[in-house]
């Protein structure tokens, strides 16, 4: 373990981590939509991560996790358990840096998932779906090879990645008056507190959170971590339950988490689609869904919103 | 009718044309994938014109006539029939000059391009979903108003218009080995052959064209207009036939144009919406499908295609 894994990450460490991932990230475009502006009543900027490499955010900080190992630990490689987008991200960095990768993945993931995360070079393991099969596997993983776990979200290296997405927002588009990001386990939307505390103290950074994933509202009110009992949304990235790390940044630095169903997640979704043509992902819809939800408290403010990711499986698409 | 209706634009007419239209359309972003450059081998530069106004590069040409007519022209307005994205295009560059808008539409068009139309502030005329009707009815319209009829494609102040979306690209990109663009009435493609005449003279300009609709190749072929007997194509933005204006351009400074059929259509299109995470119609995809059918011809080549629009009904998507 690096000092990078024990502290709330500084503002020194998330420009070292900005600068150590820079040349292999795509700093990805910011758009604006004169019509969704019209429709929402704000001034919204998105930066679009859906066009990042593997198409998510989650390639930060797999980044920044993989480029900080030392030599020893480049030797041993970097194992997880995904079926997302950090086993994508993790697979794709471990590439660049040529050092082996373990990915823990359903048998029954998506046979597309698995393809792109061999065609980065990384050995694929399955498991049954079920999360102790996935932590039983990885266990045995890291036995075997020595590998270093990389968690997607409940690690500094991670959150001091995923800072850099608002960190550039705020570079190019200068300071909002909120900016937005959903949750899941909060890796995000940690980093994207934390980048907001040091560079745009003024701004108020929202989150979106699917009704039936609402770990992080529970845990707010509660003020300790309450897992929601059995987490079903379409936004599939949202289903992981914060951490004591990513929920120690936000409790501290979130103004708010608004709720946003399904239904109102695609819809989002869809006018993100037919407006500025784009592809997201559910997950990245939630709030932009949040947003127009609560279209008072958003008037005419100057809004960042991070559009997460466009993996979606076209074979299987929400619209009718 | 104008002097610019009258010949072939020149290289100042097109100048002109974007200078004119400039202030008012969106200078598209042109985009990368390095993962289509690893399928195809070539090096692809996407002028991405499904993020333009309306969402389709026909807001150019359109900009242009609207913006070309003089003041008496300009107090009778504008009219054409059109179910797609000449219609809005047209609609929303009359609303932009303050004038009249008549678009006739078949009664059976979707209703969300209906509102599209409206929103913008024309007035819809329905008709039968006939060419026939179609015409019947503007021929009426225009009598009864005296506005001045905006032909989607056969008139030189759209081709001046289209013109600019290459004319972009050059000068942001450089030179080109080749530009690509689909072919229906030949608009976009003549004007993108003028242009690359006028300003890069090496570049070969090659179409591609849905095998249902391959009235340009059979006219190419026979040196006369020929059009298909019975157009039938998935790429809906294709379905209409070449005419003297643009032909008399295309068969002079078009190197060649490539058959693809539906199937390719689609392929090159979820190609596109899964690597890039952007929305384009299927007319969009024709060069690109043309260009997976013949990679040894476009080898190692810098290519431009012009991504002409982003128009499609999210119910009625062609994955399974």
Known sequence: MTILTKNIPTADIIVEAHERIKPFVHQTPVMTSQSINAISGARLYFKCENFQKVGAFKFRGATNAVFSLNEDERQKGVATHSSGNHGQGLALAAKMQKIPAYIVMPENAPRVKRLAVEGSGAEVIPCKNTLASREETLQKV???????????????????????????????????????????????????????????????????????????????????????????????????????????????????????????????????????????????????????????????????????????????????
Request: aromatic share 6%; proline share 6%.
């Open 142 to 320: 890291v036995e075997q090879t020595g590998a270093i776990t990389i968690h997607p979200f409940d690690d500094y290296r991670i959150i001091a990645g995923q800072a850099t997405a608002a960190k550039e927002l705020i570079e190019e588009q200068g300071q909002f008056d909120v900016i937005m990001t959903p949750v899941g386990g909060g890796g995000l939307l940690s980093g994207t507190a934390l980048t907001c505390h040091y560079w745009s103290p003024l701004t108020k950074v929202i989150a979106g959170e699917p009704s039936g994933a609402d770990d992080a509202i529970r845990s707010m009110k509660a003020g300790t971590i309450i897992p929601c009992p059995q987490p079903s949304t379409i936004a599939d990235g949202l289903l992981t339950t914060i951490c004591e790390r990513t929920f120690g940044i936000i409790k501290d630095h979130v103004s708010d988490i608004i709720s946003v169903t399904d239904d109102e997640i695609v819809a989002a979704m869809r006018l993100i689609w037919e407006r500025m043509k784009i592809i997201v992902e559910p997950s990245a819809a939630v709030p932009v869904a949040a947003l127009l939800k609560n279209k008072e408290e958003f008037k005419g403010k100057k809004i960042g919103i991070i559009l997460t990711g466009g993996n979606v499986d076209l074979d299987k698409l929400p619209f009718r």
